[in-house]
């Protein structure tokens, strides 16, 4: 017996690679594009964090100790506070400091930053401050009031220099005029960040109630700075008390956790297409081993042991996982670029920053890569080292179609344990309701991928009768040919399956909080008229515009809803505060007690007084932000509705647990007199509220396509995202029939003997492509709009009480589907069709 050793296999495994370029090159393809979005992901967030820590790395420079507000929405420290720490023994220079959003309007317009914060702040001048100060790069301070500095990166966005006008919008101050004294530089100047910086006397009276500052720096005297922050702690146990090391550590703590949830978010979608891409390598390995039989046979008939054909088998895996990982690597970086560039683009007004790449970016992409290929592998080789020499040598030798016995009745078992799971989910709300409607989902998408090949013979004879009747015999080949190997069919429809059932889950998503939208504000709101203030810009409706609505002629009422934030039990809800003439602008159903607001009342939601076991006329103990305590009383008890929220509580409430810094209207209401000319109203409602350039006067049908705006916004971004799973996909339906064309080589060589045209041979790809592909679309579908009713039902707490299948873009992915079947057999429909007869049939 001759004995093949490991080297000669291997070459063998190698030659087999190269003499079949194309099929390695799709192959490669797959494992590209699913590690470069791991690859593109990690270099993306590396890229940021790396940013904003040389940015955070300037903060709270040369500052010993510093001295703030322990918890979020507090006031801050009083002057009293302020006095008291300026004469605790080692303290020199104390610099107090107050900031809070604004809007930067040039020519009575916004400037935009694209989501980026504009902050006002108070200048200190180098000889008060403690702090490194900013570099003034142009002009000078500001020295009394309306007048302002600007960093230079804002100046540049907002086309302004030294010397021009604009305005500032405050939310509790209106709009300001103001005047550029100067222009400083901060460290990353880049991104859509505005600093505005005012004289410290205005800013101390514009952006704080004058008894409270954010925090104090400090440069201690006579002791190191860690002696002083425990001394100040020691003396001021309710405040927070750090050391510029401590602030800058915590900054970056914070954005890092921020990042985070942003990449975890990207590698998600990166596992989701390496998921698709598994099921391609594995299909594309399968199809190698059902065609080299005779040559894997011969190989064992020669010498060859089991392990040696297995090990030939994981070692093509493994190239073309090293092939696919290093130019996924590469193929991230250029993705990273990309999307960063994309941002940029689209102005999201984050900061940019030399591109970095870690060596665990590069250990992950490889590991990855190469981990997804060989396991995909695995099942494919394992079947061919079990190959009994002599029977796979016969002329008619095939592979033994695997039973599907089993496989189907552990499928079908999974699926009613699945659907069990999803209607016991849906049953009730929260997370653990979506946790168990998200094990239900693991337990079908397995389900759908046993017993697939059982599925596909049914569903294929369905969809096979459009194309039987209007192409004939070829139309009942192509259904032939797509039914004939089911574990095929299904393998290369699972990866469609799986894209489009994640597109089918967010397209309901979508479709549900639209109509949840549309269903409040149509029957939520009496309003005429709403007033509504910039997105991503922190400000809300500025009070004096609400002001001077009221004001107008023809106006009936006017009503606001600003947001309110408390805890209870340590359990953070979020409700309103509404104030005015609600009951004229609101529509709401009352269930128990009154609908008025005394002054240290509140009214909560169906939902929330049940959970807690609450009445009208309890009083309860609510938590601020700031971790001070206030007593409330249930005042009544109202149907849940997204209007209010959780709760809805007084104004004189509301001004107890809201600070000044952080009081916004969301929105502004108004209802007209009646008989008034709305229209005529809604010109004087313009010009009214002109000087708050940045307030929309809308009637309810704008105020609906401006949310909707939002949600399609989001949608757009997680549609892109899959785009990477769909065409994995698409690549996947491309390398199976490429692959089952050389298979049926001489079936195909037979046919174009007996007189089949070669276009007729096209056609025939092109059709069975089309099944396959719409079997795929068809399952994703059913299963994405089954799971999204699922999940939905969970949030009907968060005020999704509305679910709508939203059927054109069914249809629109159904008959992209076929649309995309007919694109990926265009290259194996030509390879099929230039297939030469004599020669096909002499192999």
Not at 115 to 142: C, D, F, I, M
Not at 366 to 375: I, Q, R
Not at 471 to 480: D, N
């Amino acid at each position: 017996m001759i004995d093949i050793k490991p080297c000669p296999l291997r070459r063998v495994a190698l030659r087999n690679l190269a003499a079949h370029r194309v099929r390695l090159a799709l192959t490669v393809l797959s494992v590209v594009l699913g590690t470069a979005f791991v690859a593109g992901s990690f270099v993306f967030t590396d890229t940021l964090k790396g940013t904003f820590d040389a940015i955070f790395a300037n903060e709270a420079q040369g500052v010993d100790v510093r001295v703030g507000a322990r918890h979020e929405q507090a006031l801050g420290l009083d002057l009293g506070q302020v006095a008291k720490i300026t004469a605790t023994p080692g303290v020199g220079r104390v610099a107090p400091a107050v900031s809070g959003p604004a809007v930067l309007l040039r020519n009575g317009r916004a400037v935009q930053t694209g989501g980026a914060p504009t902050v006002a702040e108070s200048y200190l001048p180098p000889e008060r401050a403690v702090s490194v100060s900013r570099r003034l790069v142009a002009g000078g301070p500001p020295t009394g009031p309306g007048e302002i500095i600007l960093n230079r990166g804002g100046a540049r966005r907002a086309g302004l220099d030294v010397g021009d006008r604009a305005q500032v919008l405050l939310p509790a101050r209106g709009t300001i005029d103001v005047v550029v004294r100067g222009l400083y530089d901060i460290p990353s100047d880049t991104g859509g960040f505005i600093g505005v910086q005012f004289a410290e006397n205005e800013a101390r009276s514009l952006l704080s109630d004058r008894e409270h500052v954010d925090h104090v720096d400090i440069a201690a005297t006579g002791v190191s700075a860690g002696a002083l922050r425990d001394r100040l702690a020691e003396a001021f146990p309710d405040l927070k008390v750090q050391t510029g090391p401590e602030v800058r550590a915590e900054l970056q703590s914070k954005m890092e956790e921020q990042l985070s949830f942003v990449n975890y978010f990207l590698l998600a979608f990166g596992a989701i297409a390496l998921l698709v891409g598994t099921f391609i390598i594995y299909n594309t390995f399968s199809m190698i081993i059902a065609q080299r039989l005779r040559e894997l046979a011969l190989l064992r008939a020669v010498g060859a042991s089991r392990g040696q054909i297995g090990r030939s088998v994981v070692l093509e895996a493994l190239v073309v996982g090293l092939l696919g990982s290093v130019a996924g690597l590469a193929a991230g970086l250029g993705l990273a670029y990309g999307r960063a560039a994309l941002l940029n683009v689209v102005d999201t007004g984050l900061p940019t920053g030399s591109m970095r790449v870690l060596p665990r970016t590069v250990a992950v992409s490889m590991l990855v890569g190469l981990a997804v290929t060989v396991l995909s592998a695995y099942a494919p080789a394992r079947r061919a080292a079990k190959i009994p020499p002599v029977e796979a040598m016969r002329e008619d030798a095939a592979p033994q179609a695997e039973a599907l016995r089993t496989r189907t009745l552990s499928g079908a078992a999974l699926a009613g344990l699945g659907a069990v799971l999803v209607a016991l989910g849906a049953r009730h709300t929260g997370g653990n309701a979506a946790l168990t409607v998200g094990v239900g989902a693991v337990g079908l998408i397995l389900a759908v991928l046993l017993a697939a090949p059982a599925l596909s013979r049914p569903v294929l004879a369905i969809l096979g009768v459009a194309v039987t009747r209007p192409f004939g015999p070829i139309g009942r080949m192509a259904r032939t040919n797509a039914a004939r190997n089911p574990r095929r069919t299904a393998a290369t429809a699972f990866a469609l399956t799986l894209g489009l059932m994640l597109v089918s889950v967010i397209a309901m998503f979508g479709a549900s909080a639209r109509e949840t939208l549309n269903v409040v504000v149509d029957k939520g709101i009496k309003a005429d008229y709403l007033l509504s203030g910039p997105q991503n810009q922190f400000v809300g409706v500025p009070q004096d515009a609400v002001d001077a609505a009221r004001a107008v002629p023809g106006v009936r009422g006017v009503a606001t809803l600003r947001a309110v934030a408390v805890k209870v039990d340590d359990e953070r809800i979020a409700g309103t505060s509404p104030f005015g003439a609600i009951g004229e602008t609101v529509n709401y159903t009352l269930d128990e007690g009154r609908n008025t607001l005394g002054p240290g009342e509140m009214m909560v939601s169906r939902t929330e007084a049940d959970k807690r076991g609450w009445h009208a006329g309890d009083t309860v103990e609510l938590t601020g932000l700031d971790m001070r305590t206030f007593t409330a009383t249930v005042s009544g008890i109202y149907s849940d509705t997204l209007m209010f929220g959780s709760l809805a509580v007084s104004d004189a409430l509301y001004q107890r647990i809201v600070s000044d810094a952080y009081r916004i209207n969301l929105v502004a209401m108004i209802q007209a007199e009646p008989g008034a000319d709305l229209a005529a109203l809604r010109t004087a409602l313009g010009d009214a509220v002109a000087k708050d350039v940045v307030v929309q006067v809308q009637d309810r049908e704008d105020f609906k396509g401006e949310q909707g705006r939002q949600i399609q916004t989001m949608l757009t971004i997680l549609y892109g995202l899959l785009a990477l799973a769909v065409v994995i996909a698409i690549l996947g339906i491309v390398n199976t029939l490429a692959l089952s064309v050389v298979e049926r080589r001489r079936e195909i060589g037979m046919l174009r003997a007996v007189g089949t045209q070669r276009v007729q041979v096209r056609r025939i790809i092109y059709l069975e492509s089309t099944l396959i592909a719409l079997f795929g679309a068809a399952v994703g579908v059913a299963l994405g709009l089954g799971l999204g009713a699922g999940f939905l039902r969970t949030l009907r707490d968060r005020g999704l009480e509305q679910i709508a299948v939203p059927w054109v873009q069914v249809v629109a992915m159904l008959l992209g589907s076929a649309v995309v079947g007919v694109v990926a057999a265009l290259w194996p429909g030509v390879r099929a069709a230039r297939t030469p007869p004599l020669a096909a049939i002499a192999e």
